[in-house]
């Protein structure tokens, strides 16, 4: 068996037409859900990037891999998908973008160097990279934002554009007279990218993928991660014109949610990405945009469905498509993500697993609050292996795509998010330790606890699906909140960092000193079995002295 991981960047959970979008239609997508089970309450364990990423490579929350921030390095020695799958003989490669940042510190301490097999691994947050390109190639006064070689803008120059970054002057800018028409700028959102469409970014990673599969020894797990639809939001011809102003949904938002916000919702509502996007011909520009980038990509797994069929691979493959987080558009008064309404941190999830055990499960959805570390424990099992649970902090899906029920299955969900380094903490005023956001939801109710004073968030979502009403101090939800905090604090007891002993390890060491002879702290033996102390009971050994 092999495992087609596959990830978008800033995908929305309700932008597929199999989630009911209303003028969207992602034919290619849907049939992969045809095929599989789609799961309506995945969520990421962080509504940003880098948090999120390091989650789903590690099957572990973000607070206790550590990496809970974009740039924050994850650390030295934390186990990855990669070093579980090859203990098993699956190889582990990966197509596209991870947004790891290496523990530079933590290897060079350990003598590891980035070019030596094992420091490689680290470096590529656990690995074997067949090409890696984490987009982003722009230009600052301090360099480029991503100092790593780009590949893409390798592959760009091959083909003839020119400069020293093709990434933002044509797969990322349109033309307005003879001037770039950036796609920094919201208002060229409308404008086809000045690229031709097959060089661009994701039918360019389309096509490493298919160079991959060609040679690709099985079994496998290939992660084949796509930068868009994230930002710039701009798509070349014929998708930038697919989609209108008329096909813009209506914000998802209410005029009560900024009449008395929680101080970090008015925060960030406040923030620059969030006064954007309450601008109505924004949305108007950004949406088609968005739009057709969505439609590129699955127009593009079209492409690479076809090969897999043609190559019998099919068969043999189980394939993932999910997200790293959402995208606001809008709605809530906000742009981008990092907050918890359902936009920014619920993703899509489809698994398609090719084995008869699924067939029951086909085109079925699935409503099981689940988790994008229950991923990594599911590749652990597919590749026929024991999920390591006292490190992979997932769960297995596998009884979901067979028809099972599990004998245990969570009650909530977390989410964190870390906004230490973003200017809303300066505008809050919390400290760097303190700018810590946590998100509880069970199957009615999502709580946001904040670290700093602040009182919680609250919402209700069986009565106000839309999170509008914020109940985070409404003395008719006590209990309701002291329950939500009660599972937080149960999450927050868990073993998160005993990973070098599994319970079996711990069960296996008990008596283990008392079979090597030492019995320490016995009153006359009978505490132990008496087949630990039978060679103390023997006759007595006399020493035998040699007379004057």
């Keep these: 068996m092999n495992i087609l991981f596959i990830m978008f960047d800033q995908l929305r959970f309700d932008y597929l037409s199999c989630a009911g979008h209303p003028h969207l239609h992602t034919p290619n997508i849907d049939a992969l859900a045809a095929k599989g089970v789609r799961f309506t309450r995945a969520y990421a364990q962080s509504p940003i990037c880098g948090a999120s990423r390091m989650s789903f490579y590690t099957g572990r929350y973000t607070s206790s891999h550590g990496a809970q921030w974009n740039g924050f390095p994850l650390r030295v020695g934390e186990v990855t998908l990669g070093d579980h799958l090859r203990r098993l003989g699956m190889d582990c ?6 947004h790891m940042k290496a523990d530079a510190e933590g290897m060079e301490r350990l003598g590891l160097s980035p070019d030596s097999l094992i420091g490689a691994r680290q470096a590529e947050c656990g690995f074997d990279a067949w090409v890696r390109d984490d987009g982003l190639w722009a230009e600052g006064p301090d360099g480029f934002y991503d100092a790593k070689r780009s590949p893409y803008n390798e592959y760009l120059k091959a083909r003839g554009y020119d400069g020293e970054n093709p990434w933002a002057d044509y797969a990322n800018a349109g033309v307005e007279g003879e001037e770039i028409a950036t796609g920094w700028f919201f208002e060229n959102a409308d404008k086809p990218a000045n690229v031709r469409e097959e060089d661009s970014e994701t039918p360019w990673l389309t096509g490493e993928a298919l160079r991959f599969l060609e040679q690709a020894a099985t079994p496998f797990c290939c992660h084949l991660s796509y930068i868009k639809p994230h930002w710039p939001y701009i798509v070349p011809a014929p998708y930038h014109a697919l989609y209108g102003a008329n096909h813009v949904p209506a914000a998802v938002r209410s005029e009560i949610e900024r009449e008395s ?32 980038l969505v439609k590129q990509a699955d127009d593009q797994m079209g492409r690479l469905f076809a090969y897999l069929e043609a190559a019998g691979r099919m068969r043999d493959t189980m394939i993932v498509l999910t997200s790293d987080h959402g995208d606001y558009l809008g709605d809530h008064w906000l742009g981008e993500k990092d907050l918890f309404h359902d936009p920014s941190v619920k993703i899509p999830l489809i698994v398609y697993d090719p084995r008869p055990e699924a067939d029951a ?10 988790e994008s570390i229950d991923l990594a424990a599911t590749f652990v099992e597919v590749a026929g292996g024991e ?6 902090e997932g769960r297995s899906l596998m009884p979901f795509l067979r028809g099972e029920a599990p004998s245990v299955w ?36 999502k709580l946001i606890h904040a670290e700093g004073g602040f009182r ?14 914020d109940l985070g101090d409404s003395p008719d939800h006590a209990e309701v909140r002291v329950k939500l905090y009660d599972d937080l ?4 007891r868990r073993m998160a960092q005993r990973v070098t002993r599994s319970e079996a390890d711990i069960d296996a060491m008990r008596g283990r000193s008392l079979r090597r002879g030492i019995l320490p702290f016995l009153q006359d033996g009978t505490e132990v079995p008496e087949d630990l102390t039978s060679k103390y009971r023997g006759p007595v050994r006399q020493r035998h002295l040699a007379e004057d």
């Design 93 to 98: 490669w990966l197509v596209g973008k991870t």
């Design 387 to 392: 999920v390591p649970d006292h490190i992979i």
């Design 456 to 469: 919680p968030m609250l919402f209700d979502l069986e009565r106000d699906p839309e999170e509008f009403r």
């Design 410 to 445: 969570r009650d909530f969900v977390i989410s964190e998010y870390d906004y230490s380094v973003t200017p809303m903490r300066e505008t809050l005023g919390v400290s760097a330790r303190d700018a810590r956001l946590f998100m509880v939801a069970d199957r009615r109710w």
């Design 489 to 492: 604090a149960l999450w927050g």
């Design 361 to 370: 499960t086909r085109g079925t959805t699935c409503d099981a609050l689940v």
């Design 261 to 292: 916000p929680h101080p970090i919702y008015a925060a960030f509502m406040g923030n620059r990405i969030g006064q954007a996007f309450q601008r109505d011909e924004v949305r108007r520009k950004v949406i088609p945009a968005y739009m057709g």
